[in-house]
C-alpha cells in the first residue's frame, strides 16, 4: 500500500482559498481526493491519474477547485478556491490502482485534514 501524508488544511472564510497537499510514498493509477462533513457519507471531490494527469471533478466543485501532481516530489495537490461553508469537512487524499473513483476502489487513505469555511 502507499503512505500518505496529507497537509493544508485550515481555517478559511467564506470566498477564500486553500491548497492541500499530499505526499504519497509511491504512485499507483490515479490519486483522489475526497471530503467528509460531520452526520454525512465519504465524497468524491476529485482525481488525477498518475500517468496522463487526466483529472475528475465532482459537479459540486467544478470550476472552483483544482487538482494537480508533481510527479518529482510523488505530491498531488488540492487547489480551492472561492470557498463555501458547505465545503467544511475532512479532506482525504487516497489512492487507487484501478481506472474507477467510488470510495471503495482506493486501497490507500490519508489521515485526513480539517477544512473549516466560516460565512
Known amino acids: 500500500q502507499v503512505q500518505l501524508v496529507e497537509s493544508g488544511g485550515g481555517l478559511v472564510q467564506a470566498g477564500g482559498s486553500l491548497r492541500l497537499s499530499c505526499a504519497a510514498s509511491g504512485s499507483n493509477y490515479a490519486m483522489g481526493w475526497f471530503r467528509q462533513a460531520p452526520g454525512k457519507e465519504r465524497e468524491f471531490v476529485a482525481a488525477i491519474s498518475w500517468s496522463i494527469g487526466s483529472t475528475y471533478y465532482a459537479a459540486s466543485i467544478k470550476g472552483r477547485f483544482t487538482i494537480s501532481k508533481d510527479n518529482a516530489k510523488n505530491t498531488v495537490y488540492l487547489q480551492m478556491n472561492s470557498l463555501e461553508p458547505e465545503d467544511t469537512a475532512v479532506y482525504y487524499c487516497?489512492?487507487?490502482?484501478?481506472?474507477?473513483?467510488?470510495?471503495?476502489?482506493?486501497?490507500?487513505w490519508g489521515q485526513g485534514t480539517q477544512v473549516t469555511v466560516s460565512s
Open positions: 487516497a489512492s487507487t490502482p484501478v481506472p474507477s473513483f467510488r470510495v471503495t476502489d482506493f486501497d490507500s
